[in-house]
């Protein structure tokens, strides 16, 4: 039986989210259990089955995204299975937008009033690109009404980056530099948790929750890519009830 962690945030009562682990499923090593990731080089009919497993907690077929580190947002009403987009919307009950990551980090959203939802992939690469702003755009609410979880991700203990990546973010923003430290030859250790604060309180969200679950640190529950090399992937959902 799969577990699953369900968002701690004062989400309306319409609105249903869920965060999956990696055991439960039915996936040999390396990718055991539960991996969703059709495309990690794990067997397809195992993948389908730990599908299967998930759609039975769900109102309907998730839209599983091809995710490209992008900042294209697209409406599951309207898109197929296996659009490229690394973030999705829904305004319809019953329609599932998921994202899926093994460090990278996903976020979820939702309007006060319980009318839209959303999941975003936010690697370094879209969260610098503004995958988030994007995301709140096309949510077309007021983002002070919008409210935030932030899933699993690779932690700021274990985020080592090359010096472009936090030039990158300093040029956009110069406070950024408070969320890197420093580390031996050039590196420094990136705070994913911390940028997406900063990027979210930037466009006017004020409601965001969750936070520090480091997916490198917790092999037990998490799928990690930078940890591990060949991996599975979790699947972070949200819809309207």
């Excluded at 987009?85 to 009950?93: L, R, S, V």
């Excluded at 472009?164 to 408070?178: I, K, T, Y």
């Amino acid at each position: 039986m799969a577990d699953f962690l369900i968002p701690d945030w004062p989400a309306p009562a319409n609105v249903r989210a869920l965060q999956t682990l990696r055991d439960g499923g039915s996936s040999p090593a390396p990718w055991n259990s539960f991996n969703l990731g059709d495309h990690v080089g794990d067997d397809a009919a195992r993948v389908a089955a730990n599908r299967a497993r998930l759609r039975t907690e769900l109102p309907g077929e998730p839209c599983w995204l091809r995710q490209v580190h992008g900042v294209e947002v697209v409406d599951v009403a309207q898109v197929a299975a296996g659009t490229e987009a690394d973030a999705a919307y829904a305004t319809q009950a019953g329609r599932v937008c998921v994202v899926m990551t093994a460090d990278c980090l996903p976020v979820l959203f939702c309007n006060r009033q319980g009318t839209v939802v959303a999941a975003a992939h936010a690697g370094w690469r879209g969260l610098l690109a503004g995958v988030l702003e994007n995301t709140l755009a096309a949510m077309h609410c007021p983002p002070g009404e919008v409210m935030v979880w932030l899933g699993p991700a690779i932690g700021p203990d274990n985020f080592e980056v090359g010096d472009e990546v936090r030039s990158a973010f300093v040029a956009h923003d110069a406070a950024a530099g408070e969320a890197f430290r420093p580390q031996a030859g050039g590196k420094w250790l990136a705070d994913l948790y911390a940028l997406a604060r900063r990027r979210l309180d930037a466009a006017g969200v004020v409601a965001i929750h969750g936070g520090g679950l480091c997916t490198v640190a917790d092999a037990g529950r998490f799928f990690s890519y930078r940890r591990d090399g060949v991996t599975g992937r979790m699947a972070s959902l949200i819809w309207l009830a």
